[in-house]
């Protein structure tokens, strides 16, 4: 399963959500962000290669909708409903991302 992690500047919930799932079996991950201004801006390579998007914040999936409609026709997009009060690998949002993709992708 190829997982797209997605915030607005990828700086700190994405980043975070690809170092900790990107040894974990079965999946392949990488992460982007909405913004131009992002370290890595979603590009539409990334959303050809993925299987399963998760948006930290509803306006991720608004964003993502209205810049690439066409190219998520066929995607599925969960919103995780982290918000932006975490540093990279802060230990707040490490749980967050455990229990809501846990949840989400039915990892063990």
């Known amino acids: 399963m190829n997982v797209l992690f997605v915030c607005s500047r990828n ?3 994405s980043p975070t959500a690809e170092r900790m799932f990107r040894r974990h079996p079965g999946m392949a991950v990488r992460s982007g962000g909405t ?3 992002a370290r890595h801006p979603v590009n ?7 299987d399963v998007i998760c948006v930290m914040e509803e306006k991720h999936k608004s964003r993502l909708r209205a810049q690439f409609g066409r190219l998520l026709e066929h995607k599925t997009i969960h919103v995780l ?9 802060q230990p707040e949002l490490v749980e ?8 989400i992708l039915g990892l063990d």
């Open 11 to 13: 700086q700190w919930r």
């Open 96 to 103: 967050q991302l455990e229990a809501s993709v846990a949840a």
């Open 44 to 50: 539409a390579g990334d959303l050809a290669w993925c």
């Open 35 to 37: 913004s131009p201004n």
């Open 81 to 89: 409903d982290i918000p932006d009060d975490y540093q990279f690998m």
